[in-house]
């Protein structure tokens, strides 16, 4: 061939072949959202399998909870999920008063769903706040953690602390709501709203989000059941499955709300997008509930008499609750002593990380980031 | 269909592979032998009415004093909405159970980390690691006489009490 005016001869035989590359992305990566690690197997650009290596964040909850008492456990279960600690809150609650036959106050289980979908809307405002983030625009990230923000000191008044909470205990809650609460969660609603629209007309219609998001590590609802995906993640895929709705607990029959699932409104159905959108609609889903719920709430204590040394009859219990990562699922085991014999807590960020291998076969590498996001991976739920 | 149909179900179909069902607990469970396990998973998986598509929830119970471990698999159904909660017994020492990875993708990892934390082999498992251990780590930290190490390559497990 000829270039630049001269003969020159190319060899294209032996020496032009590419080797597949072998990449370490974190432990420590702005993007992962805590301490995890992918090794990556990348044909330049594309890789061919990112093989995700947990247990960095591994603090042995489980192994904690057999030695500190059905009461002792409750601040620690804050930590599985420190982005949405009312629900493993909860979650532990519920299954220990499962156990133990106790029945909640009608008024503690409202203050619980208070405190749990102000959490949510602030777990799926960190969602989408990184998702954007992560993928490369700084300014809604500002924004959501702004609202944010607002409920972190809403969860202050409420119990005193802006991410571990403690709020429940085994019966009920801590405390009843502060004077004047509905006043101040009812005016944060009501601005909320509003920036949900603006943040629509910035984010969701931007081309330059859909170009990243739409139609990337899109998840078939049978890869997605067979992996046991869980929440958002699950209904993205179009799967109308919401433990809140399908397996009530808590007042939530009591309430009136919709389960949104994805549509494919900018590519595929159960695309990146998807999931990131089914978040901010399930925000507004949140805002109905509270609503609601301030209306219907009744007066009374928000605590069952609970003994101080609880010992549950022997027997294994599990329980399910939709946590903003999607059902968390409790399975506990008593032998009639002040200590629970096991516990376990199988939770929807545990499910996400195991499919990564599987659906980020032949992504570019740049959308690793934006699977990791879309599936809301918080990696010390992941490790317990 | 409530949980006592759906063992009489199983019962009808694998008859002695049924070893025991505790319909009076606060949720129901059947016991079934480990070398049947995945016949039974994929019969709940593929019956038109029994429909469990999917393994939410899978784990063990060491019961060091009856010299068992106990593997507990939470199925759950969709379609129908209704649990199947099934375990299987094996001994403390060198127990294996066939994997049912091959019915849920979910179990790889569900049963590495039982693996991991209890000792218990899964059969024809694709990948049987530990998985939020250290890779030299000695023991299975969940089991009942699991005695917890002093140090980790010269890392102290223990510190001295701030309260005196």
């Known amino acids: 061939m000829s270039v630049a005016g001269f003969e020159v001869e190319v060899d294209r035989g032996s020496g032009l072949e590419t080797e597949e590359m072998t990449l370490n992305m974190g432990p420590q990566h702005p993007s992962t959202h805590g301490v995890l690690r992918f090794v990556v197997k990348a044909d330049g650009e594309v890789m061919r399998r990112a093989v995700p ?124 709501l502060p004077p004047g609460y509905e006043e101040k969660v009812l005016a944060f609603l009501n601005q909320l709203e509003p920036m949900l629209d603006e943040h629509y007309d910035l984010v969701s219609e931007n081309t330059l989000f859909r ?68 978040r901010v609609q399930e925000i507004r889903e949140s805002v109905k509930i509270l609503r609601q719920c301030f209306q219907q709430i009744p007066d009374g204590p928000v605590v069952a008499k609970v003994p101080r040394k609880l010992k549950p009859p022997a027997g294994d219990a599990q329980i399910r609750v939709e946590s903003a990562r999607g059902d968390m699922s409790w399975y506990a085991v008593s032998d009639g002593s002040e200590f629970p014999y096991r516990c376990k807590v199988r939770t929807g960020s545990f499910a996400a990380m195991s499919i990564i291998e599987e659906i980020s076969q032949g992504l570019m590498l740049a959308d690793l980031v934006t699977v990791i996001a879309s599936l809301d991976i918080v990696a010390p739920e992941v490790d317990r | 269909m409530d949980a006592t149909e759906i063992f009489e179900r199983l019962r009808a179909q694998f008859s002695d592979k049924i070893v025991s069902v505790d319909a009076e607990a606060v949720d129901p469970s059947a016991v079934v032998e480990g070398d049947a396990i995945v016949d039974v998973c994929k019969f709940l998986r593929d019956t038109e009415d029994l429909r469990c598509n999917v393994l939410t929830n899978q784990t063990g119970v060491d019961y060091k004093e009856d010299g068992y471990i106990e593997v507990v698999y939470h199925l759950y159904s969709y379609t129908h909405r209704h649990y199947a909660i099934l375990k299987v017994r094996t001994p403390r020492d060198q127990g294996t159970i066939p994997s049912v990875e091959s019915v849920w993708k979910a179990a790889n990892w569900l049963e590495r980390e039982i693996y991991d934390l209890l000792g218990v082999r899964f059969s024809s498992h694709s990948d049987l690691r530990r998985i939020l251990m250290p890779e030299d780590w000695v023991g299975h930290p969940l089991r009942k006489d699991f005695v917890e190490p002093t140090e980790y390559h010269g890392i102290s497990t223990t510190r001295e009490s701030l309260l005196r």
């Open chain 1, 53 to 176: 290596d947990i247990g960095y964040l591994h603090r042995s909850i489980e192994k904690i909870s057999e030695k500190v008492g059905y009461h002792g456990f409750m601040p620690y279960t804050d930590r599985v999920d420190y982005v949405a600690a009312m629900f493993c809150n909860q979650g532990w609650g519920m299954v220990t008063e499962k156990l133990a036959g106790i029945e909640v106050p009608k008024r503690g289980e409202y203050c619980r769903v208070i405190a749990a979908e102000l959490n949510r809307i602030s777990s799926h405002l960190l969602a989408v706040g990184t998702m954007i983030l992560d993928i490369g625009a700084i300014t809604p990230f500002f924004h959501a953690f702004r609202e944010r923000e607002k409920i972190n000191d809403l969860l202050e008044e409420l119990c005193g602390a802006r991410l571990t909470y403690n709020y429940m205990r085994v019966g009920g809650v801590a405390w009843d």
């Open chain 1, 211 to 278: 170009g990243r998001a739409a139609s990337v590590a899109t998840i078939s609802a049978e890869t997605a059941i067979s992996y046991n995906l869980v929440g958002p993640n699950l209904r993205a895929s179009g799967v109308r499955y919401d433990v809140r709705r399908d397996e009530p607990y808590s007042v939530y029959p009591e309430l009136e709300f919709d389960v949104p699932v994805g549509t494919g409104m900018a590519g595929e159905v159960g695309d990146s997008f998807d999931r990131y959108y089914l």
